[in-house]
């Protein structure tokens, strides 16, 4: 990809929210719960908008409306893309620039490519929905929207749905990651297989969000624990690796190091650390954890706290899946846990 989709793209993150809204005190009122019958149904919003390319009149935009309404004025144009609704000419003024930018096309036909239907995505949506509306029987389930976004967000959950960039998930061997200069441990997981997982975390952490918990590594290895726990049971099938987003080998030396990974947090007296910058190799995504051995993945502190919730829901195995993500006190999990790996 040349220079001019780089350039492109700072321009896009000027023009799209980057940060990830709470969906819970915005939802769409005349959106309904899943249909048990129907399931989950991706609404390829993607190829849909892809009209106003060929025909950039007023009546097109109004068609694409009478479908869409609220998602392209609300969700798309105004909280995704910034663009203003009330102005139509306006409106079809940006998408039109957008989607006829040379680049975008390419990406528009490399995605048409890859995607050219969602069968399979959309029975693993409806396999973890339906796990979500047994566990949150009183929980809004949203639905879910496919678009192009300039590599921007790989999945959200914003107001009352989940939107997947496919473009984000073509394979990491797709010459537009390199091109971007993505590094290895990101590219790797730019591929279908992470899509339903991805989207599941968002909707989970946009109904159970970490706003008002205490910024320091306890609370927050034990807040990533609790949403990798709740993705074990709407992704019961889903492998380990793709949960996480280690290698083989990685997941293999967290298991043989657990307690190694543990003694090394007490022993940097790291757990109580509210400095971010000493902890976020634990809890983000990169090459790997901060101080510990290179095989060692970044992102260990929250496979530690998935291990520290199992072993908290198995010693109240009266507690739902609910009460557990209702629980913000992480001390109290930390303690009821009785966590205490073997060197």
């Not at 915005?26 to 959106?31: A, W």
Request: hydrophobic residues 35%; aromatic residues 12%; proline residues 3%.
């Amino acid at each position: 990809m040349n220079r001019k989709i780089y350039l492109f793209l700072l321009l896009c993150l000027v023009l799209v929210n980057c940060s990830n809204p709470n969906h819970s005190e915005n939802k769409d009122k005349t959106e309904k719960p899943i249909d048990k019958k129907n399931g989950i149904k991706i609404c390829r919003f993607d190829q849909d908008i892809l009209a106003l390319a060929k025909d950039s009149s007023l009546n097109t935009l109004h068609r694409i409306r009478d479908k869409y309404g609220y998602f392209l004025d609300t969700i798309f144009c105004k909280q995704i893309m910034k663009i203003s609704a009330r102005e139509d000419e306006y409106l079809i003024t940006n998408l039109i620039n957008f989607m006829n930018d040379v680049d975008i096309q390419r990406i528009y036909k490399e995605v048409v490519t890859q995607f050219k239907n969602m069968d399979q995505e959309e029975m693993q949506f409806k396999a973890a929905f339906d796990h979500y509306k047994t566990l949150f029987p009183n929980n809004f389930i949203p639905k879910v929207y496919t678009m192009i976004n300039a590599f921007n967000y790989s999945a959200i959950a914003i107001d009352s749905a989940v939107v997947i960039g496919l473009e984000l998930y073509l394979g990491g061997d797709c010459p537009f990651y390199s091109s971007l200069q993505y590094p290895s441990y990101r590219m790797r997981k730019l591929s279908k297989e992470y899509m339903v997982r991805d989207a599941m975390e968002c909707w989970l952490k946009s109904d159970y969000d970490n706003a008002n918990m205490k910024h320091d590594l306890m609370n927050q290895i034990i807040y990533n624990g609790k949403i990798l726990y709740a993705l074990d049971a709407l992704l019961p099938e889903l492998n380990d690796t793709i949960k996480t987003g280690f290698t083989k080998k990685q997941l293999d030396w967290c298991v043989a190091s657990e307690g190694a990974i543990w003694t090394f947090f007490i022993e940097k007296k790291l757990l109580f650390s509210t400095n971010e910058k000493q902890y976020e190799s634990f809890i983000n995504e990169g090459p790997t954890s901060k101080g510990m051995p290179r095989e060692s993945p970044s992102n260990a502190g929250s496979w530690i706290g998935w291990q520290i919730v199992k072993k908290y829901m198995k010693e109240h195995p009266e507690l739902s899946i609910k009460q557990l993500l209702e629980t913000q006190d992480a001390q109290k999990i930390l303690s009821g846990s009785r966590y205490k790996p073997s060197v």
